[in-house]
């Protein structure tokens, strides 16, 4: 609950605890899943090409391979202090994997069961 209501229309950039690699994001996944996931760190023309292949429009993966570069390049890194200033309490991250199935599948779509988490 945000603790000024007059802060909650203004824009805010929201993020956790820490910036994660994507491996490291993959790695939570795997443990809260069950099972293996992992990150493939593609160039860019493997990424358009397998966002083609699957069906996006050209426009789409341009602009997708274009924030992936964004990110790559350190831009989406940033870590703010937005929840604590507008919750009093500091984010919390998902790295355990209860967390994670609580949070990122409720209804079982991590475990591929649903209602098991």
Avoid: C, I
Avoid at 17 to 24: I, Q, T
Wanted: proline residues 8%.
């Amino acid at each position: 609950m945000v603790q000024n209501p007059a802060k909650a229309a203004d824009l805010h950039l929201v993020t956790g605890p820490a910036a994660l690699p994507y491996a490291e994001v993959a790695d939570t996944l795997a443990r809260a899943a069950g099972r293996p996931v992992r990150y493939v760190d593609l160039s860019d023309a493997q990424l358009k090409a397998g966002l083609l292949s699957n069906g996006q429009p050209e426009w789409q993966a341009t602009a997708l391979v274009e924030l992936n570069a964004y990110a790559r390049q350190g831009h989406a890194s940033t870590v703010t202090d937005t929840v604590e200033r507008l919750t009093g309490r500091p984010p919390r991250s998902g790295s355990s994997p209860r967390t994670t199935r609580r949070r990122f599948a409720p209804d079982g779509l991590l475990t591929g069961r649903a209602g098991v988490v």
